[in-house]
């Protein structure tokens, strides 16, 4: 696979076309570091150590590829597996099992998912307008989508709670540079636009705003997977002030999911360079894991119970090495122990009912 057939884009009268979302995934796989970005606002550490042992906490086959994680109060974990469509869920002792299945077309992939309320949401990246947008699985449903989003415009990537709604998402839009509000009663609508969130359409692969996390304070930050950058939103009564860049560097190129710690460190899934970094408060850069037991990380999330409370969870997506390797690709949920604990917004009230959905065993 070359960079050159990764993907075809169209750009005219200043829309996007629909991209492959399996092909972006792979031309960032393939191509490893993106776009030449410049060197960071910040400059990056040298440090190298890693913070602990990585533990490995179940395997997965493709085409059973996480590519976001989430976790509700019980301490059960719910992995989207992109190409495939399905949730899959890993109880606190390890059980496995099929939690739901969402349509992802022929070339669609299942992105972000979290817990609110009790159920479970997730970002379908489909690219088909059947089934492209926000979806919910409620206890003893079916899964719905609840918000569709334009299929040719946009693809729905990282998914949060919002901070100031229980009753409100904020989806993340890595080809229309957005991120999106969207009710449970499925209004949607644009909650921030702005330059610094938007893919750089001549990289090999066009993915702009991608993870979503709440700092303690209450902002929002995003990162930009092809430039490299954390970008702070402020929030105030619900609404998004300025987006302002704290931080670019070539070392975030590939940055996805993250999430802050209590203290406000914000720790970054850097998918195409297989490492965990930390943005410290002075936003300095470390790195947390590299190499061995990564295997192209796409999202992060701390563990919810007294037990895993300074537990970093992994999603080792594996997308890169299985298009280069099928038989080589390690997809896992992973886990280190970083000693402080997760942030974690009051407005989201999960109360850890997402467990009681019925599930199939495999």
């Known amino acids: 696979m070359t960079n050159d057939n990764v993907?075809?884009?169209?750009?005219?009268?200043?829309?996007?076309s629909a991209v492959s979302r399996r092909s972006v995934i792979g031309g960032i796989a393939a191509a490893g570091a993106l776009a030449a970005v410049p060197t960071g606002v910040f400059g990056r550490q040298d440090e190298t150590g890693t913070d602990g042992d990585l533990e490995i906490v179940a395997d997965f086959e493709p085409p059973a590829m996480p590519e976001n994680l989430a976790i509700d109060s019980a301490g059960t974990t719910y992995l989207s597996m992109g190409p495939s469509g399905e949730i899959r869920a890993v109880d606190a002792d390890g059980n496995e099992s099929t939690f739901a299945t969402i349509e992802t077309g022929e070339e669609g992939l299942l992105l972000g998912i979290t817990v609110l309320g009790g159920d479970l949401y997730a970002a379908n990246g489909s690219g088909e307008p059947e089934t492209h947008g926000v979806w919910r699985v409620a206890a003893d449903s079916e899964p719905e989508r609840i918000a569709e989003l334009p299929a040719d415009e946009t693809t729905p990537n990282g998914i949060i709670p919002?901070?100031?709604?229980?009753?409100?998402?904020?989806?993340?839009?890595?080809?229309?540079?957005?991120?999106?509000?969207?009710?449970?009663?499925?209004?949607?609508?644009?909650?921030?636009?702005?330059?610094?969130?938007?893919?750089?359409?001549?990289?090999?692969?066009?993915?702009?705003?991608?993870?979503?996390?709440?700092?303690?304070?209450?902002?929002?930050y995003v990162d930009n997977l092809n430039a490299g950058s954390i970008i702070r939103v402020p929030v105030e009564d619900g609404d998004a002030g300025d987006p302002e860049t704290v931080v670019q560097d070539e070392g975030l190129v590939g940055a996805d999911g993250m999430t802050f710690d209590e203290e406000g460190s914000l720790y970054v899934a850097v998918n195409a360079q297989n490492e965990i970094a930390r943005v410290t408060p002075d936003h300095e850069i470390e790195t947390v894991v590299t190499g061995e037991g990564l295997d192209f990380p796409a999202d992060v999330h701390f563990g919810t119970t007294e037990e895993t409370a300074t537990?970093?969870?992994?999603?080792?997506?594996?997308?890169?090495?299985?298009?280069?390797?099928?038989?080589?690709?390690?997809?896992?949920?992973?886990?280190?122990?970083?000693?402080?604990?997760?942030?974690?917004?009051?407005?989201?009230?999960?109360?850890?009912?997402?467990?009681?959905?019925?599930s199939t065993d495999e």
């Open 7 to 16: 993907f075809e884009t169209i750009v005219g009268s200043g829309a996007r």
């Open 162 to 220: 919002d901070p100031t709604d229980s009753d409100a998402l904020l989806v993340s839009d890595h080809l229309g540079g957005a991120v999106w509000r969207v009710t449970t009663d499925g209004e949607a609508e644009q909650w921030v636009t702005d330059e610094s969130l938007e893919p750089d359409m001549s990289a090999d692969s066009p993915v702009g705003a991608d993870g979503l996390a709440v700092h303690p304070d209450g902002d929002v």
């Open 311 to 358: 537990s970093l969870y992994i999603a080792n997506f594996a997308y890169g090495t299985f298009l280069q390797d099928e038989t080589a690709a390690e997809p896992s949920l992973a886990r280190t122990d970083v000693g402080v604990r997760g942030h974690f917004p009051d407005a989201d009230g999960d109360g850890g009912t997402a467990t009681e959905t019925e």
